[in-house]
């Protein structure tokens, strides 16, 4: 009806029937949405995995690293070790060698 009053060109009487016209409308959602309001706190966390596994890669990459140069130095007192017991015993320092070789495929891998 409003609108046939705005058609014929009689504004005002069709404002005043939209304004005698009682609707209720929904209130208007004025917070943050759910991905606006958890989204700072979803970055954060997922930082700090980042950074907690990056500081647990180097921690253990340190240790690898601790170990094989552990095993590197071993090595190379066993073949002294092998070299002088070869002299005196050559089964003694052919099992030696074998242990030798063993450390040395551990260390490659």
Do not use: C, H
Not at 49 to 78: N, P, W, Y
């Amino acid at each position: 009806m409003a609108e046939a009053q705005a058609e014929a060109g009689l504004v005002q009487i069709s404002r005043d029937i939209l304004d005698s016209m009682e609707v209720e409308i929904a209130p208007v959602q004025t917070g943050p949405s759910f991905q606006e309001q958890y989204f700072l706190p979803a970055v954060g966390v997922l930082g700090l995995l980042a950074v907690l596994m990056g500081f647990l890669f180097f921690k253990a990459r340190g240790r690898v690293s601790f170990t094989s140069m552990v095993l590197e130095d071993q090595i190379r007192e066993l073949e002294g070790l092998s070299l002088r017991a070869s002299r005196t015993d050559r089964n003694l320092g052919a099992r030696l060698q074998e242990i030798n070789d063993r450390l040395k495929e551990l260390e490659r891998v």
